[in-house]
């Protein structure tokens, strides 16, 4: 059961009485604390199980919060808020006596951590999260890139190089793809993010001095 966190819940008007459905949260609480019955038949113990599996994906507090409401409102705080607009750097490159290309960087953090508390009263969360991109060099090829999978080679993702085999102008793109966990005062684990995508492209020119020595398409 994860209890409890700031999040009001959704305002209710409608008035009920005894035919008011079960609170979901107080199903779970009895439930939980109570357990399942030693004597209870397969079909009893199915219907048990079917019901307690739920119990996780609720946040409480005057009235059960869906988990994933608290999820997509935190997304948003972090594409509106709390993450920098993408942008992208692109600059010639010529390794020793390689043939030259480009080199193409992803402004930005290469990770994020920070809380709501500011930004977003009373959804105070803190949260960790790290960046995948996924490159587009507009010319029919592409190349996915993630910081723990450059981490070991002594890389970062956040840049990228590419050569061109023809001139011409090029639509350049990048989504970066945040994933992590947020952390709710009150609740005892982390608890997985939405993942936000940020998009951002750029245009490029390339020269035919840019192509020397590039093989044919």
């Avoid at 803190?126 to 070991?152: C, K, Q, V």
């Avoid at 002594?154 to 050569?163: I, N, P, W, Y």
Wanted: net charge negative; hydrophobic share 35%.
């Amino acid at each position: 059961m994860i209890v409890p966190v700031p999040v009001p819940p959704t305002p209710s008007t409608t008035l009920c009485d005894v035919s008011c459905p079960a609170d979901p949260s107080a199903v779970c609480d009895l439930l939980t604390t109570v357990g399942p019955d030693p004597t209870m038949s397969p079909d009893e113990r199915a219907g048990y199980d079917r019901t307690v599996s739920g119990c996780g994906n609720y946040l409480l507090v005057d009235g059960p919060v869906p988990l994933a409401q608290v999820q997509t409102a935190l997304t948003e705080i972090m594409r509106e808020t709390l993450l920098p607009e993408s942008s992208i750097t692109a600059t010639t490159w010529t390794p020793g006596l390689a043939r030259p290309g480009f080199h193409f960087h992803a402004n930005g953090p290469s990770t994020y951590s920070g809380d709501t508390t500011r930004t977003a009263e009373p959804l105070a969360a803190t949260i960790h999260a790290s960046p995948r991109y996924h490159w587009d060099f507009g010319d029919g090829t592409a190349e996915a890139t993630s910081n723990m999978a450059l981490a070991a080679k002594g890389g970062s993702a956040v840049d990228v190089t590419h050569r061109y085999s023809r001139p011409g102008y090029f639509r350049v793109a990048v989504t970066v793809t945040w994933t992590g966990t947020f952390a709710l005062a009150g609740v005892p684990q982390l608890l997985p993010l939405q993942p936000v995508r940020l998009s951002t492209a750029t245009e490029i020119r390339v020269t035919p001095l840019d192509t020397v020595g590039a093989l044919p398409r």
